[in-house]
């Protein structure tokens, strides 16, 4: 393999390991910049970091009132149309409220879902998986069972008549999203668990008689925690994804609150005469998505390459 | 088998409990101005005096006859509009099954067998796209750009075969990028296997290698996920109509919940949980037959 390399491998610096694919040794050569690209995932962190920044700093950065209606400036078309304007970069609604403002506050609730949901379906689903991998038998069973049950309910349609019954607000959004999520984190986090159960060292900490309870936080929380964590950010895309198809079909946060689905849904009808209103919120909610599951993808890496295969 | 029967139940309990939980159901039927007797008669009439229990198992009996009961709108019975409406959903949720098929598992065999190339290239592509776009967003833009920019296809409602393109390939993207993923990584593991090695080192041609060592044992992992596709392909449905005016299942059941239609949402929630939920039996049941190492319990 190596004969046809023009540096030997023993002279390259760059190479540790004793064997290397022919494939992986141009990679040494690239430039700084693709270095550091091909090292940290840039382009999750400029999005993320965008979000958040929108999401903590919008009343600060947004340049117009996002709720203020301006009937005059009713569907003016964004700056790079001829009568565009820079007052409204990326134009502005059917009501007169500016899109970039309205995006830039929409921000903080898909932020705000996005953590919530997943702080308690991680912690629920964490807590079930581990039972449920560590104890077998009917608490297995009982837990995959109800995880079965949650895959097989039409959720969307449940959250829709909850919304009606119960008026939609954040917090249903996220109790609800909370019930779409936990069972993805039950079933990774048992088959971990399942793995690890038999490991010499759980084996020897229950001979010397830990409790369970020392076991789950000392032997297999540790163990699992990777797990959690690569799973947490891979699932948040597919939440905030979940959150915009609720605002869309009119069970999201209430209006006038900004939320980006609630933003396309509005921009349907003017599809034709103004497509910036629906163009700009979903663009938004697609880099997002896509921003966390880069993020994603690149700590599976760095985790646990084994993982890899998954893919 | 009753597992199948516990989902159902389950989410008749859930129908039921919230629509109870929104008030009397006399509330929707009569006005503010009518009498103390009428409203008795019809309480006396729904068997409203009866204990909860009794009312949930009275309203489940009738279901599982068939009987919904009537729209509160369209003054018909629940039955009725739905049969209507199945074959608008059947049709779409079949074109965007072909849609993602013909896209996900071509794509993915070539990935997986030429790692590395355009094909892989494109195939991530496929995939990391198809899992971040939002799916109406998906469906308003492909109405802008093929049919208010280019006027190349038909805007929205049912009809022809063009107007099937666009609402499919909404609906298809998602499964689409899901089976692309699956295929690749199931090809990839068994292509890596110790037969697919043996095939080889006897001679076996590369086009028999692939197609029939690895692709129908690497068919399978598929399989296994479709639950999840189609249960993703009930929320896509409900999307997909909603963007495109589709007059399926999934539009019914949106304009049921908005217009607060009880019977009505009730049973296009009730057939979507049933349809999901034999499906996962079918599937079951399938992939036994596909692959006798499977036991079926």
Same mark, same amino acid.
């Given at each position: 393999m190596t004969q046809n390399n023009q540096v030997p491998v023993w002279e390259d610096p760059n190479i540790s390991v004793p064997i290397v694919p022919f494939s992986e040794l141009r990679r040494t050569r690239l430039s700084a910049v693709k270095q550091t690209i091909r090292k940290w995932p840039v382009l999750s962190i400029v999005i993320l970091s965008l979000l958040v920044i929108a999401g903590v700093f919008a009343k600060w950065i947004a340049?117009?009132?996002?709720?203020? +209606?301006v009937l005059v400036d009713r569907l003016n078309s964004p700056v790079w149309y001829p009568d565009g304007s820079m007052k409204h970069i990326l134009g502005v609604d059917h009501l007169g409220r500016d899109v970039l403002s309205r995006i830039i506050h929409g921000a903080s609730v898909s932020l705000i879902i996005s953590l919530a949901v997943i702080s308690v379906s991680a912690t629920v689903g964490t807590f079930l998986g581990m039972a449920a991998g560590y104890f077998g038998g009917w608490v297995d069973d009982i837990v995959m069972r109800i995880v079965e049950l949650m895959i097989s309910i039409p959720l969307l349609l449940i959250a829709m008549m909850a919304a009606v019954v119960y008026g939609s607000s954040l917090t249903l959004l996220v109790v609800v999203l909370s019930l779409f999520s936990w069972p993805g984190f039950a079933r990774q986090v048992r088959a971990e668990v399942l793995r690890l159960r038999t490991a010499d060292y759980v084996l020897i900490a229950k001979m010397t008689g830990a409790s369970p309870t020392r076991i789950f936080a000392k032997h297999l929380f540790p163990g699992v925690l990777n797990t959690v964590i690569v799973l947490s950010t891979l699932l948040v895309g597919s939440v905030i994804l979940s959150e915009s198809i609720l605002s869309f079909l009119g +069970?999201?946060?209430?209006?006038?609150?900004?939320a980006w689905g609630s933003m396309v849904s509005e921009g349907r009808d003017f599809v034709t005469i103004a497509p910036w209103i629906m163009m700009f919120p979903g663009i938004a909610i697609f880099a997002t998505v896509l921003g966390f599951n880069f993020l994603g993808d690149w700590l599976r890496d760095y985790f646990d390459p084994r993982l890899r295969q998954i893919d | 088998m009753t597992f199948m029967v516990f989902t159902m139940l389950l989410v008749t309990i859930l129908i039921f409990g919230l629509s109870r939980a929104r008030g009397d159901p006399r509330l929707m039927l009569l &006005?503010?101005? /009518? /009498?103390q007797e009428t409203w008795d008669t019809w309480g006396e009439q729904m068997g409203l005096d009866r204990p909860l229990i009794v009312q949930y198992l009275v309203w489940l009996g009738k279901a599982v006859q068939g &009987?919904? *009961? =009537?729209?509160?709108?369209? =003054? %018909?019975?629940v039955t009725e509009s739905l049969m209507q409406r199945i074959p608008a959903t059947l049709q779409l949720g079949g074109a965007a099954w072909a849609f993602a098929m013909l896209i996900g598992v071509p794509l993915g065999v070539l990935s997986a067998v030429k790692r590395g190339s355009i094909w892989d290239y494109i195939g991530r592509v496929v995939a990391t796209f198809g899992q971040a776009l939002p799916p109406f967003w998906l469906g308003l833009m492909l109405i802008l750009f093929?049919?208010?920019?280019?006027?190349w296809l038909p805007l929205? %409602?049912?009809? *022809?075969?063009d107007h099937l393109i666009l609402p499919a390939i909404t609906l298809g993207w998602l499964a689409a990028a899901g089976i692309l993923r699956l295929v690749r990584s199931a090809m990839l593991d068994v292509l890596d296997s110790e037969y697919v090695k043996l095939a080889r080192a006897k001679g076996v041609s590369q086009r028999n290698v692939i197609w029939k060592h690895a692709f129908r044992n690497a068919m399978l992992v598929p399989m296994t996920y479709a639950v999840l596709i189609l249960s993703g392909f009930l929320t896509g449905t409900v999307v997909t109509e909603t963007v495109f005016s589709w007059p399926g299942l999934g539009r019914l059941a949106v304009v049921a919940i908005q217009s607060n239609d009880f019977p009505m949402m009730a049973g296009a929630v009730m057939l979507g949980t049933g349809l999901i939920v034999v499906a996962n039996f079918a599937i079951d049941i399938a992939s036994v037959i596909v692959d006798p190492r499977i036991k079926f319990e």
């Open positions: 340049p117009q009132d996002p709720y203020e +209606a +069970a999201g946060v209430p209006p006038p609150r900004p | &006005d503010d101005n /009518t /009498t &009987d919904l *009961g =009537k729209s509160l709108w369209e =003054k %018909r019975p093929f049919s208010v920019q280019l006027e929205g %409602r049912r009809g *022809g075969l």
